[in-house]
């Protein structure tokens, strides 16, 4: 009788240990991913404003073997307001969009202008216009990711 108390007692203390270290682990784990969260770099007001207005060049590439084509050199001009894309390719040649800047590194684009099927499938796609975020810039590109979380790198022409 006397074992069969000693080996409960242990038990719970075992398991009240293991509890313990459970615990201890799972407050560990969220104050590291507290404090990592806080540590991601934002873009500063300053740098997003810089690619407000400008020339820029994306470059696409088809990688799905799908179609005639695997790169497309995309020129975009932006002003605060307008962004027109030409791109340089056997497909359509020239794309508007309206900007509405929702804050210094946010915007929203809707396209002008509808001449083909395939602004009629973006401007069905998205009837209030595409989110966009812009995540970096540097002296030598922008990154922009959609609401959706494709991302472009926009390089600043030359």
């Avoid at 770099?41 to 020339?55: N, P, R, V």
Wanted: glycine share 6%; proline share 1%; charged share 25%.
């Amino acid at each position: 009788m006397w074992l069969e108390k000693q080996s409960i007692t242990i038990g719970l203390e075992t398991s009240r240990g293991v509890v313990y270290i459970f615990k201890n682990k799972i407050l560990t784990f969220l104050i590291i991913s507290f404090l990592g969260s806080c540590r991601t770099e934002k873009t500063s007001i300053d740098l997003c404003q810089k690619a407000h207005t400008g020339q820029f060049i994306n470059n696409i590439y088809n990688k799905t073997g799908v179609g005639h084509w695997t790169h497309i050199v995309l020129n975009i001009d932006r002003t605060d307001t307008i962004q027109i894309e030409r791109m340089k390719s056997p497909l359509r040649s020239k794309r508007t969009y309206k900007i509405n800047w929702l804050s210094a590194c946010e915007y929203n684009r809707t396209i002008l202008d509808l001449q083909d099927w395939g602004d009629s499938a973006i401007a069905n796609m998205y009837p209030k216009g595409q989110k966009i975020i812009i995540t970096k810039v540097t002296n030598d590109y922008v990154i922009e990711k959609y609401a959706r979380g494709k991302s472009d790198t926009l390089w600043y022409q030359k």
